[in-house]
């Protein structure tokens, strides 16, 4: 079992930046990843970007690559997401989220893939 509590979310200006944690707490594993999706009311929920813990090796959407940056931090079980250049689709509920065969090849960008998800955290972005 995984808990994960997200935070940093909030209201930025178009062109802003924001950065958002995700902390991992119970029984965690270095096979695990770590993943940031988003949805808006009525639309499928999107992947963002992930982590894979034992490696690091990442990957983004298109939508955010190049603007989105995920890390981690191994001491303090936690992931980031630093959006930087945000824009008004940006607007979301963001959730960080595990997945437990990481380890798997594959992209891990689908919600499928994942078990353990966080409450959520409200991102806006203004125009």
């Known amino acids: 079992q995984v808990q994960l509590v997200e935070s940093g979310g909030g209201l930025v200006q178009a062109g802003g930046s924001l950065r958002l944690s995700c902390a991992a707490s119970?029984?965690?594993?270095?096979?695990?990843?770590m993943g940031w999706f988003r949805q808006t009311p009525g639309k499928e929920r999107e992947f963002v970007a992930r982590?894979?813990?034992?490696?690091?090796?990442?990957y983004y959407s298109d939508s955010v690559k190049g603007r989105f940056t995920i890390s981690k931090d191994n001491a303090k079980n936690t992931v980031y997401l630093q959006m930087n250049s945000l824009k008004p689709e940006d607007t979301a509920v963001y959730y960080c989220a595990v997945d437990p065969k990481a380890w798997r090849w594959g992209l891990r960008a689908s919600s499928s893939d994942y078990d353990y998800w966080g409450q959520g955290t409200q991102v806006t972005v203004s125009s």
């Open positions: 982590i894979r813990w034992s490696t690091g090796s990442t």
């Open positions: 119970g029984r965690t594993f270095n096979s695990y990843g």
